[in-house]
């Protein structure tokens, strides 16, 4: 099970916003964490196609790698 708290299904913490020269911004909690390209942009527009929502966070969380350990500092 990919999401053992239902975080990628309840809260949706990514998004993604489409770019001229098929690129895409993906955004986790409203900070721009990864740029795609080329290949994963293709995919994400194959998910985007299947309109299923789970599934787009699913992948964009994937995509975007493990960039988040719980160890980073909340700037205030």
Do not use: C, W
């Amino acid at each position: 099970m990919e999401d053992k708290r239902n975080i990628l299904r309840d809260d949706q913490p990514f998004a993604y916003k489409l770019l001229k020269n098929e690129k895409a911004q993906i955004y986790y909690n409203n900070k721009m964490v990864k740029i795609l390209t080329r290949k994963d942009y293709a995919n994400l527009i194959r998910v985007i196609d299947a309109d299923d929502a789970y599934s787009l966070q699913l992948f964009m969380a994937k995509v975007t790698g493990n960039f988040k350990h719980g160890n980073e500092k909340i700037n205030k």
